[in-house]
């Protein structure tokens, strides 16, 4: 059983900085992108930032230069520095992962329990 754990969710002011960190724990055989989405409410799940397992990086546009995605391979963990932050940051973010299994041939979508960011203005 794999499972993505989040944590680094909150409240901050607009401008200020939160972290977000996510590990992946399990029968994990292997991990190839990582990354992070963010649900607002009344809106559809975007992606925020991912990652490649050589490090390989893409940025939704509304989060270029301000948010930085990176990962430790060794300890099955992504983290989201997230500076500059706005108020239409605010969202529940997800953890994403393409996981392949212990004994499975293919990878599969694992998702976080979602962790909540909220900025004030």
């Known amino acids: 059983q794999v499972q993505l754990v989040e944590s680094g969710g909150g409240l901050v002011q607009a401008g200020g900085s939160l972290r977000l960190s996510c590990a992946a724990s399990g029968s994990i055989f292997s991990i190839n992108t990582m990354g992070w989405y963010r649900q607002a409410p009344g809106k559809q799940r975007e992606l925020v930032a991912r990652?490649?397992?050589?490090?390989?990086?893409n940025y939704a546009e509304s989060v270029k230069g301000r948010f930085t995605i990176s990962r430790d391979n060794a300890k099955n963990t992504v983290w989201l520095q997230m500076n500059s932050l706005k108020p239409e940051d605010t969202a529940v973010y997800y953890c994403n992962a393409d996981i392949r299994d212990v004994g499975r041939i293919w990878g599969y979508d694992y998702w976080g329990q979602g962790t909540q960011v909220t900025v004030s203005s």
């Open positions: 990652i490649t397992s050589v490090g390989t990086t």
